[in-house]
């Protein structure tokens, strides 16, 4: 679905976003604020961790005081009128506790959770208690939770498939749950949005030939906007992941490892469209 320049000139709707800092400018914060900009919001960022990174590895990552993440957040919504909310890393259980109160105190719209467990090199990034605080404080005030099958097995570790695992992230409130399937061994990437009373679309692919630093960021990120944007829950996830793909289609090397997605593919001479 294409977007009009015009329109996105007029509205700009403002998403507050959580989550860690990366000094490579492909995930976390900076992946955020350019797939927000690409589509015609303005992210609001608040920095939830600081992190230690290339585009191979994270060697290490601080969690923020909570008290500042929480500061940080009341001194932006007291300000700005907020349209959307994404979630991205979550370092430790009191950081979760803080979100969720914001999002309990001062969010009605469209919340958006990455539940992120571990850097796309496969470093380790969410504790089992976090993981546990992500699953009953956000999960259940999601509009859309956007696992990989890695992620959505964590998240429900009694389940016996990914269907499973899914419909129980549903059970705990959630509205949709989009599962990526970049890690499972299928010639087509199937991504599968599972919703309420049974609904259930799997959306393929292309598989493409590298890795990415910031995919799921990227992916959050931009249902999280469309949403803000007023379209429907089905054409924001549908139309995010075809915003994504061209996205990593596009990507370049910046480092000796992992990709980094062009968010701004289509203002470097690409004749492909936002969306």
């Known amino acids: 679905m294409m977007l009009r320049m015009q329109e996105l000139l007029e509205q700009r709707p403002a998403l507050l976003v959580f989550a860690g800092l990366d000094p490579t400018g492909g995930a976390g914060l900076q992946a955020d604020i350019e797939t927000i900009a690409s589509l015609g919001g303005q992210a609001l960022p608040v920095a939830t961790a600081t992190t230690v990174q290339d585009t191979r590895h994270v060697y290490s990552f ?13 001194t932006v919504l007291s300000d700005i009128s907020v349209a959307g909310v994404k979630v991205g890393l979550v370092p430790d259980p009191a950081t979760a506790r803080v979100i969720h109160s914001i999002l309990e105190d001062y969010h009605q719209g469209p919340i958006v959770i990455d539940p992120v467990l571990a850097s796309g090199g496969g470093d380790n990034l969410m504790t089992s208690g976090t993981r546990e605080a992500v699953r009953s404080l956000l999960v259940p005030l999601a509009t859309v939770v956007t696992p990989n099958s890695l992620e959505a097995r964590a998240l429900a570790p009694e389940s016996g498939s990914l ?52 995919s799921g960021c990227t992916l959050a990120s931009a249902i ?6 007023g379209m429907q829950a089905h054409a924001a996830i549908g139309s995010a992941q075809d915003y994504t793909w061209k996205s990593l289609r596009h990507g370049y090397a ?22």
């Open 62 to 74: 601080t969690p923020a005081d909570p008290a500042l993440v929480l500061e940080q957040a009341r």
């Open 224 to 229: 999280a906007t469309l949403l803000a944007r």
């Open 163 to 214: 269907d499973s695992a899914a419909v129980e992230m549903l059970s705990l409130g959630a509205r949709f749950v989009l599962v990526t399937g970049t890690h499972e061994e299928s010639a087509e990437v199937k991504n599968t949005l599972y919703g309420q009373a049974g609904y259930r679309e799997t959306f393929a692919w292309g598989r493409l030939p590298h890795s990415y630093h910031g």
């Open 254 to 275: 910046a480092g000796r490892g992992q990709r980094i997605p062009d968010r701004f593919f289509w203002a470097r001479g690409s004749r492909e469209s936002w969306i």
